[in-house]
């Protein structure tokens, strides 16, 4: 089984790179990020065409998040519990859905972590305690059921070593890179869940527009899956789709694909 993970930046904008990818690809379910719309406003049509079934979580043209797969999708959740709010507001930072994979029911979430935007900015803060409230959740779901098949891929907007930025001193009093944040992504490890992507592809998933980053290769990895301790003792292989970031209309970030027993 092939699962993938893709901040698309604007899922209309990107609808037929997203679609190409899908059937380029052959991945089975995709988490979306950052898909900039509601759920009416989500080019639908070119997904079913294309033989994939939506879930779509999106308020208005920030953020959001939707999940496309082959398989049909039961149980889609558009927040996890314990998730806080920003301004009053549940942001459409997760979803999930279930799907019947082979090796029993499998839960897939499509997650946009706040970016923090500046260590003395509120926004920061309420990263922090995002990331604490779903590594709660989670460590909970592993505690009712140890053997359950959990994946939570998306854009962690943490870079969590120095090596997942092309310069560390550049981002230094930056965010991505403050020991909080990385305490914060690490203690998923802490609850039992692994990264599986790092252990077998290298290389950075985000690279600005600005200032020819993409071409010097001045990008950040900051997209990641963790899994649960069953699935992640199912995988096969993992790779960064490079190439995605090429060409007219490419987003920022690139597919991070993970491939399953």
């Not at 990331?131 to 909970?140: E, P, T």
């Amino acid at each position: 089984m092939r699962i993938a993970t893709w901040n698309v930046n604007s899922a209309r904008t990107r609808v037929d790179r997203i679609i190409a990818f899908l059937q380029r690809s052959n991945v089975d379910m995709l988490a979306m990020q950052e898909i900039k719309c509601r759920p009416d406003q989500f080019p639908i049509d070119a997904f079913t065409e294309a033989g994939y079934e939506v879930a779509i979580h999106g308020l208005n043209q920030w953020n959001g998040v939707a999940i496309a797969s082959k398989l049909p999708l039961l149980d889609v959740r558009d927040q996890f519990p314990s998730q806080p709010t920003w301004q009053d507001t549940v942001e459409a930072r997760a979803l999930a859905a279930t799907v019947e994979s082979p090796a029993g029911p499998l839960t897939y979430w499509s997650l946009y972590i706040p970016n923090g935007r500046e260590i003395s900015h509120p926004h920061y803060q309420y990263k922090l305690e995002w990331l604490a409230a779903l590594q709660a959740d989670a460590s909970g779901w592993l505690r009712e059921d140890p053997d359950a098949l959990i994946a939570m891929g998306g854009d962690w907007n943490v870079a969590p070593r120095d090596e997942d930025v092309w310069d560390i001193d550049f981002f230094a009093g930056a965010t991505h890179v403050t020991p909080a944040e990385r305490e914060a992504f690490s203690a998923f490890e802490d609850a039992g869940y692994r990264e599986v992507t790092r252990p077998q592809v290298e290389g950075y998933t985000y690279w600005d527009y600005q200032q020819l980053r993409f071409p010097k290769n001045e990008g950040m990895r900051i997209d990641f899956m963790y899994a649960s301790p069953a699935l992640a003792d199912r995988v096969v292989s993992a790779e960064i789709d490079r190439n995605e970031r090429k060409g007219k209309g490419a987003s920022d970030h690139v597919p991070v694909i993970v491939d399953w027993e």
